[in-house]
């Protein structure tokens, strides 16, 4: 088990006529592998969630475990666990600042302490993962399209080698195509290596698409644990939380409502389109 919440609370302005509770008895385990989604509206606790498992922000009560290993003790390897479990933020090309894109990937692992041979392979790696052109590795990185430096922020995270890859919004800002291709290319890493991956989203189509399991957070609180077909199901809950489901989870609600004896848990066009054709095929 990589990681383990057990009983979280995070308290904003603790002490103070302000406080209110960020993450209110967050539980949670998250296995090796899996692709995680986590959904809900802006202000319900995804950010602040996403901080505590990499141990940015302390709990104010409760306790996490990476690996068996308690990180509020006060032996334990903070730097270590920041290299597991790699955080790249909403518009991460903000971070970008070396002269180039390739001294960009190599500062992570340089901060590592490991030798130079060694960092340049895990940029070089790391670079060819994520999908850029070679003829771009020396450029600035302020040159490059907004998609590209997406790349090369989720590179620089990649080359320090995380067992854990959370990605708050990394598709923010770009177009259709450039959206499709960072999803995919996500995707590929964690069905070649294995990485548990963890993607906040504003996008329902995007988390239906692509991952295993979704967390719908609301008010600090997870209220919804399960896989998208079941999550999507709560259509008309999520609505009253702000959210939506994916278009085509209406399209087959409305076919339900007309009739056509289609599944209610079809949450992507590709599904969609076995389930009509299957049906369509059984009534003739």
Do not use: W
């Not at 539980?27 to 602040?48: A, E, N, W």
């Not at 390739?102 to 940029?123: H, I, M, Q, T, Y």
């Not at 499709?180 to 991956?197: D, H």
């Not at 329902?204 to 077909?229: F, H, K, Q, T, W």
């Amino acid at each position: 088990m990589a990681i383990i919440l057990d009983h979280v609370n995070y308290i904003y302005d603790e002490g103070t006529p302000f406080s209110r509770y960020a993450l209110k008895d967050i539980c949670l385990q998250i296995p090796d592998g899996q692709f995680i989604g986590v959904i809900g509206h802006t202000g319900s606790g995804k950010s602040t969630l996403m901080q505590h498992l990499n141990g940015l922000i302390k709990a104010t009560e409760g306790s996490i475990y990476f690996n068996g290993e308690d990180i509020y003790d006060s032996d334990f390897d903070k730097k270590k666990l920041r290299s597991k479990v790699g955080l790249v933020f909403q518009y991460p090309e903000h971070q970008l600042f070396e002269v180039d894109v390739f001294s960009d990937v190599c500062f992570g692992p340089r901060n590592l302490g490991l030798d130079k041979k060694e960092v340049e392979l895990r940029a070089f790696d790391a670079l060819r993962k994520v999908g850029l052109p070679q003829d771009l590795y020396y450029q600035s990185p302020f040159e490059l399209s907004g998609g590209q430096k997406r790349r090369v922020a989720i590179a620089g995270v990649l080359a320090m080698k995380p067992d854990v890859l959370i990605l708050d919004e990394p598709t923010a800002g770009l177009d259709p195509k450039g959206r499709v291709e960072i999803l995919e290319q996500i995707k590929n890493l964690q069905t070649e290596s294995g990485m548990t991956i963890i993607l906040v989203s504003h996008s329902m189509e995007d988390v239906a698409e692509y991952v295993d399991r979704i967390l719908v957070m609301n008010e600090g609180s997870i209220i919804y644990d399960d896989v998208p077909g079941e999550i999507f199901k709560h259509y008309r809950e999520l609505e009253e939380m702000g959210l939506s489901a994916p278009q085509v989870t209406y399209v087959m609600h409305a076919l339900r409502e007309s009739g056509i004896p289609v599944s209610g848990d079809v949450t992507t066009l590709e599904e969609a389109v076995e389930e009509i054709t299957r049906v369509i095929g059984s009534s003739h």
